[in-house]
């Protein structure tokens, strides 16, 4: 599948950053399974998210994991939670497995 070429300064338009999740609990009232998670950015402070990511991860292997995820997409409304950012993952069907770095590094550190 070809996809259209991006430039530099659309890539440096997305900002990406390291987090670790403080809090992962069932999302009862999403239509898809998935949990909201409490992420904390550093000095990107701490946000709320929905991830789908109930096949692979159970919320108590969550806490204290860091993710990367980006932050200035606008916040979404999914039922009841408005989404402060989006954890990012690859897909395979509905398995999603997350992005995270090889080491631990500082909270909010950008991806580039």
Not at 29 to 45: I, M, Q, T, W
Not at 88 to 101: F, W
Request: aromatic fraction near 6%.
């Amino acid at each position: 599948m070809e996809q259209e070429l991006i430039t530099w300064e659309d890539f440096a338009k997305v900002s990406m950053h390291v987090g670790t999740i403080l809090e992962a609990s069932v999302f009862e009232e999403a239509r898809k399974p998935a949990y909201k998670l409490l992420v904390d950015f550093g000095e990107h402070g701490v946000r709320k998210s929905s991830a789908q990511i109930t096949k692979l991860y159970e919320p108590k292997d969550l806490v204290g994991r860091q993710i990367v995820a980006v932050l200035n997409f606008p916040p979404k409304q999914i039922a009841n939670l408005m989404s402060e950012c989006l954890v990012l993952g690859s897909v395979i069907g509905d398995e999603v497995s997350l992005l995270r770095p090889d080491h631990p590094v500082e909270n909010g550190l950008r991806i580039a």
